[in-house]
């Protein structure tokens, strides 16, 4: 064997590619010539680096914990995360089967009401995520100057973002959440050691509706939309307070 | 879909959550970007499992792990593929929470993460899939789309430029 054709199975070679009879000629060449061999341990101990010294991260729980929620929802229909601006895809089968017999006009109806409950569960399983360590905010910041712009590119919609720290309720961050079978927009605000997330995302939907506050396994959940936005806060702050700041961040 | 299906799908795809992210950070350079992307091609996957029945689902994930975070990339970045990476802050976020290596070990770390993040993505992929993830020829192959005379030789060139930039090459005598 010349050494040209040496050197030109050597990557393969060191990565056990080679035919058996193949390894066996590099195996004789490489013991009876030094450049060669000397090439070949070259290649052996940086893919010994590599191996030892790469980094090798692994799936943070919040992303698998995502994931799994996920699925979990795409046994009825699966949601489609490709589509922007139909949030309610995971519950087409529920909504279908009023509207075959309730005719076009409710259907709409008919979807929200069989949607809100699952929304405002999965809002809340989204709360309880982010109160585990590290998983509050993707982008931590008081200043809304640097949290609003965060959201650029990552979601389809442009979060409303206001000051709201001379009322007593300072912001903490923004992060992106996973609800109703797509990313959205959550900015985080805190009060005392209250922690309230605001989600929002886009709805073809452009009727407003009013806020309305519910309880869902002790934490206040409070849901409204206003023109073509869906919002959703939640909070283990009391009713009344929690009230107070949807008046505030609404205002803006 | 039918619920015998989804747990089908997740007994086979989501012990590969694990090389799916490592897989991610290393093309993207970024955790966010990775959690989003690996998230989006866990639900493509599963609106394509259909067209999945044997063969090897980590190979099969991986696969479209990679074309997402390209698709990502054309989608999000104006910087396109070919940015450098190699800022030692980028190399250490990557690096995450694992703290038991020793000083030393991870300062040799920290040297090989900047030395793999500033190949070009088409090396820097296949040095992910065959030392980290330790993929053959012919899945790495399947998972790049490109024949496996050319990972060959893309595992080739993409080491000889690791060699370089970490003081391994030998003087050739001439």
Redesign the interface.
């Known amino acids: 064997m010349r050494c040209a054709e040496c050197r030109d199975a ?3 070679y060191v ?1 056990g ?1 080679l035919m058996p009879e193949e390894a066996e000629t590099m195996r004789d060449h490489l013991a009876s010539c030094a ?1 060669c061999a ?2 070949h341990e ?2 052996q ?3 010994r ?12 729980d ?3 914990a ?3 929620s ?2 979990s929802q ?2 009825g ?3 489609d ?2 589509t922007p601006g139909r949030p309610w895809t995971g519950l087409l089968v529920a909504g279908a089967l009023i509207a075959v017999v309730s005719g076009g006009a409710s259907f709409a109806v008919a979807r929200r009401e069989a949607s809100r409950p699952a929304i405002a569960e999965q809002v809340l399983s989204s709360h309880l995520r982010s109160l585990m360590p590290g998983h509050l905010t ?1 982008v931590a910041s008081n200043d809304s100057h640097n949290v609003k712009p965060w959201f650029n ?2 979601v389809d919609l442009s979060p409303l973002v206001p000051r709201l720290d001379s009322a007593g309720f300072p912001l903490a961050g923004g992060r ?1 959440d ?1 609800v109703g079978g797509r ?1 959205v927009a959550t900015v985080v605000y805190v009060r005392r050691q209250h922690v309230i997330n605001v989600f929002s995302w886009p709805t073809e939907d452009r009727t407003a509706h009013t806020p309305v506050t519910s309880i869902e396994k002790g934490y206040h959940v409070v849901h409204w939309s206003d023109g073509g936005v869906e919002l959703w806060v939640a909070s283990d702050l009391n009713a009344r307070e929690l009230e107070q700041f949807v008046t505030l961040y609404r205002r803006e | 879909m039918a619920h015998r299906e989804v747990e089908s799908f997740e007994r086979l795809v989501l012990p590969h959550l694990d090389d799916a992210y490592a897989l991610a950070c290393h093309l993207l350079r970024d955790e966010h970007d990775a959690q989003d992307v690996v998230q989006e091609a866990v639900l493509r996957a599963l609106r394509y499992f259909d067209g999945f029945r044997d063969g090897d689902a980590r190979a099969w994930l991986l696969a479209i792990v990679r074309n997402c975070c390209y698709t990502w990339q054309r989608r999000y970045r104006t910087d396109g593929l070919s940015v450098s990476y190699a800022d030692a802050e980028t190399s250490s976020q990557l690096r995450g929470t694992d703290t038991d290596a020793g000083a030393i070990r991870s300062s040799d770390s920290a040297v090989i993460d900047r030395a793999v993040a500033s190949l070009p993505p088409e090396f820097r992929e296949v040095i992910v899939l065959r030392e980290l993830q330790e993929l053959s020829y012919r899945e790495i192959s399947q998972i790049t789309g490109v024949p496996m005379g050319t990972v060959m030789s893309r595992l080739a060139r993409a080491r000889k430029r690791l060699a370089s930039s970490l003081g391994l090459l030998i003087e050739e005598a001439s």
């Open positions: 050597l990557t393969s990565d590619e450049a000397a090439e070259m290649l101990s940086l893919s680096r590599l191996r030892e010294g790469l980094a090798r991260p692994r799936a943070p919040v992303l698998k995502r994931i799994r996920a699925l795409s046994t229909v699966l949601a995360v490709t993707d590119g990552r992106l996973y990313t």
